[in-house]
């Protein structure tokens, strides 16, 4: 059986850019995008739309 660290599909979490709090969990491919993500999602701390970058 493949281990965590090595899986294709690893769950991530996205921290706003802004204020640092980590909003979002998801799945990312890492052959598709080995780098980190950025995505604009709705921020209930600021209370708006704002980047989520990937954090480890």
Do not use: G, Q
């Not at 909003?23 to 080995?34: A, C, F, G, L, W």
């Amino acid at each position: 059986m493949a281990s965590k660290s090595s899986d294709v599909r690893p769950k991530i979490t996205l921290a706003c850019v802004e204020c640092k709090e980590r909003n979002y969990i998801t799945k990312k491919n890492r052959r598709n995008d080995p780098d980190r993500l950025e995505l604009a999602k709705f921020c209930p701390r600021c209370r708006c739309h704002r980047a989520h970058r990937e954090t480890r």
